[in-house]
């Protein structure tokens, strides 16, 4: 069944959007505040190429199938910096990415800090662009908005928001003006220390997982004979 919304001209921004996506009721997130997403966490740009890193550096790169449900799956070592490719986002431990493309594949993680130790020595951490990255204010746990992020209500207003048809991509002011409850800000650190806690159960486990991968492997492998 189709929708008709009326907005006036002043209603369209300067740009003068006329996108139906923009204007969609499914947008808005029913929360009873007066604080945004902008007003607890920066939406981070920087970006960072092979030529920002020394060439002995490693580097982790992630693109949008390595953020799901909450956390990042690392599916391949850190890389020399050449690995980078095109311009790349540069994270930070307690980072939250969201990637703008799609975004009912729910590609919401927590960057936690085990990633930036899977080299020898450390190593950094980039991310696609098609991510936005979100970075706390002022000592804000921005782990805690992962849950917030994945949330029915919200999910729903991101996928409404998403605009264009091949690749279909949500804003950043969109993002930005998403409402916080008003309980979220009290329970940031609680939240955002269940998140780590959830982090540390996962590389555990997926370190545990390979472990026994390769000890099946050196069972495997054939004996040499003398």
Avoid at 68 to 82: I, K, M, N, T, Y
Avoid at 133 to 144: I, N, Q, S, T, Y
């Amino acid at each position: 069944m189709g929708r008709h919304v009326v907005r006036r001209v002043a209603e369209l921004g300067d740009d003068l959007v006329l996108a139906p996506e923009r204007f969609d009721p499914r947008r808005t997130v029913a929360v009873s505040t007066t604080r945004r997403l902008a007003d607890l966490a920066d939406v981070v740009t920087e970006n960072v190429q092979a030529s920002s890193f020394d060439a002995r550096a490693r580097v982790l790169v992630l693109d949008t199938s390595h953020a799901w449900e909450g956390f990042v799956l690392v599916r391949l070592p850190p890389a020399a910096p050449s690995a980078i490719g095109s311009a790349k986002r540069s994270l930070r431990p307690g980072d939250v990415i969201i990637s703008r493309l799609r975004p009912y594949l729910r590609q919401v993680a927590l960057v936690d800090d085990a990633l930036f130790e899977l080299a020898p020595g450390g190593n950094a951490v980039v991310a696609s662009t098609e991510f936005y990255v979100l970075r706390g204010k002022a000592g804000f746990d921005a782990a805690c908005l992962v849950p917030y992020l994945l949330a029915a209500a919200v999910q729903t207003a991101l996928a409404a928001g998403q605009e264009g048809g091949h690749h279909p991509r949500f804003e950043r002011e969109q993002l930005e003006q998403l409402p916080i409850p008003r309980f979220l800000p009290a329970r940031a650190a609680a939240l955002g220390a269940e998140m780590r806690a959830l982090a540390h159960t996962l590389r555990a486990t997926l370190l545990g997982g390979r472990a026994l991968i390769a000890d099946l492997e050196r069972r495997l492998a054939p004996k040499r004979r003398t």
